[in-house]
């Protein structure tokens, strides 16, 4: 996918979302347009991660309207995510990440938004906005503010047959691969609406 940045007529950058095979990773890189053409040698990789598998890698990438860059990723892969990639907070897989690109450079990397849920956490990662996905369809950002962690997120996750779309509390998980094992979950993040 691509997307624009929010200053993207003064500074004309714009961020591609990809995969990519052998090995397997999912990226987000920023390209800058000179005269309305994108410069290939300003590639600017931005997020990197590694694949364990050639499926559940992707979903989508957005700016949201705070101007953060939001990266969707699937659990990695295979069937039931055996890596336990879905739970686990300190690995980027299966999940929303939010992070800052305002300062970006070849020098400066991007930076975790101090109102990310997990923003300074020694047990998770600091760019992780929501958490517990699958095969992220897709994710929308409003300008209706939640308690922390920026505007609120709707998320559309493939959850076995089912397409499962929820809204993201302030907690950041939505308990997949465990609301699968247990669907009496107490803390797992209800449906808002399902369709086969």
Not at 112 to 138: C, M, Q, W
Not at 151 to 163: A, D, M, N, Q
């Amino acid at each position: 996918g691509l997307v624009f940045d929010p200053k993207f007529n003064a500074n004309g950058h714009f961020y591609v979302y990809y995969s990519a095979a052998g090995p397997h990773w999912s990226a987000a890189s920023r390209f800058t347009q000179r005269d309305g053409v994108a410069v290939p040698e300003n590639k600017l990789v931005v997020f990197q991660v590694p694949q364990p598998f050639s499926n559940h890698n992707g979903g989508q990438h957005a700016v949201g309207p705070e101007g953060m860059l939001y990266i969707s990723l699937g659990d990695g892969g295979a069937g039931c995510d055996p890596q336990g990639n879905g739970q686990n907070r300190s690995d980027l897989l299966g999940n929303i990440s939010r992070i800052d690109v305002s300062g970006l450079t070849p020098d400066q990397g991007y930076l975790v938004p101090p109102d990310n849920p997990f923003a300074g956490s020694t047990d998770a990662r600091g760019e992780i906005r929501a958490y517990g996905l699958r095969n992220l369809l897709g994710d929308s950002h409003s300008t209706g503010r939640m308690a922390t962690s920026g505007p609120e997120t709707k998320v559309r996750t493939v959850l076995k047959r089912w397409i499962w779309s929820s809204k993201v509390e302030t907690t950041a998980g939505t308990r997949w691969k465990a609301v699968i094992a247990s669907p009496h979950e107490p803390d797992a993040t209800h449906l808002a609406h399902y369709s086969r």
